[in-house]
């Protein structure tokens, strides 16, 4: 499961500096070079930190994870991290919204606030006239985040591929950007028809601390070119298919096998630069993102249930061969879940696993359709099915939570470190799920809000994997 087989004999001097940086960091301001700097918020009246709760949460997001494809398979005992963790703590269904649209939920996860609150409002945002489209930015984002006020409150954070963190934010910590993976990389890059300027001088951009940049290298500048064994895992295609996907250098958004394998050498630069990250001292606050399973879901559902897909020419062979990718998708990030625990271990840790929604077939599948998502794209989830909530460990008590939504996750992980929950975030702390021992020496509290004298900026800062990543999105049909 581990992929990392190098250890950088100077990781452990950038991540000294990594976890010198303190203080308060607040207010994205993006400068010329494109690096998201911050200023401090803190003015004369601000009030004095609570008494600090010590703590160490993982929080793990993985995109349009569902129980009605988990369950069968905790069942079935082949999902032992995650049994280990609802065995342990609490499961519910997580509220979501409409549209689902990743960028907004995920936002909204990150900041307890709707939409039309933190300015996340699409896959894309429009240009200029006669300039292309890009994607979201973290300068864009009216309020503070997750990472922001955990920062502020001087506790230390690891943020991991998380929807529109480009540029990087300074944090009490470090941040890997969602547009931070294969900028090193030439070949991926071209393989992706990326402008030519994504090279080394565009990864500080990407990443915080700057230095973490060449101790990441190793994790996020990967080939195009994998082996077929690894690809075999997921796709049993016949040897002579597997290897061409394996080696084909372009993506494909046409090509299920194609989108699929971009889409997990993505998932996998960002959990194996997780691990080289927190390798020498692990942030008190870990929050990971990973995308993989929802792209799984999109194109392969109709063999995992044709019945539920009624135009799906599905035959019996096609089934055998590829009726399990999603299900072993969920099998890998359950592993990747238990590499997670060694160093969050449950017995010391608060973990929290959620979904920004669920999934299902698409009704409108039609292989001949016009519209590219519904050719496609056999699974969906436009009417906002719910996504998974899972906690366990410290101060985490057995009682089940009471229909907890998407805006209830920043409010509950501040809550967990004794900190106010902002009075404008519209979700709650979940005390329900609290153990009254924690909540009796650390009552909840609130303040008005986290986000004074915030800047943000209405225009996208383009990035070199822009182009890269539009191409991604296309491939899921989410954008034209």
Known sequence: MNRITHNPPLICLALLSLFSACGPQENPKVQNDGVTETKTALKAETPPLPERVERRLLLLGLDGADFTVMDPLLD????????????????????????????????????????????????????????????????????????????????????????????????????????????????????????????????????????????????????????????????????????????????????????????????????????????????????VYLNGLDAAEHHFWKFKDPASVPKAKVSDQQRAILGGVIDEYYIYMDEVLGKLLETYPLETSTIIVISDHGHHANPHYDPKSQDHYNRVCSGGHEDAPSGIFITAGKDISTRPARAPSVYDITPTVLALFGLPVGKDMVGRALSEILDPAFLSAHPLTTIDTHSSGWTHSDAPVASPMSDALRKKLEGLGYIK
């Open 76 to 287: 079935s005992g082949k999902l032992p991290n995650f049994t280990r963790l609802i065995q342990a703590g609490v499961r519910a269904p997580l509220k979501t919204f409409e549209p689902t649209a990743s960028p907004l939920i995920w936002t909204s996860i990150a900041t307890g606030v709707p939409h039309e609150r933190h300015g996340i409002a699409d896959f894309v945002v429009e240009g200029a006239q006669g300039e292309p489209a890009l994607l979201p930015t973290s300068n864009m984002r009216k309020v503070a985040a997750l990472w922001n006020i955990l920062s502020k409150a001087e506790r230390t954070v690891g943020v991991v591929g998380y929807w529109a963190s480009y540029p990087a934010e300074k944090v009490n910590g470090f941040l890997i950007s969602d547009q931070a993976n294969t900028l090193r990389n030439d070949s991926y890059a071209s393989a992706l028809s990326v402008r030519s300027s994504a090279t080394v001088e565009a990864m500080p951009a990407a990443v915080y601390p700057r230095g973490l940049a060449e101790f990441l290298k190793p994790a996020l500048a990967l080939s195009a070119d994998v082996a077929p064994s690894e690809l075999g895992r997921f796709l049993l295609l016949p040897e002579k298919k597997l290897a061409a996907v394996a080696k084909s250098p372009k993506i494909d958004v046409e090509d299920i096998y194609s989108i699929f394998k971009f889409a997990w050498l993505i998932d996998r630069s960002f959990v194996d630069a997780t691990q080289l990250a927190i390798s020498e001292k692990a942030p008190e606050f870990l929050l």
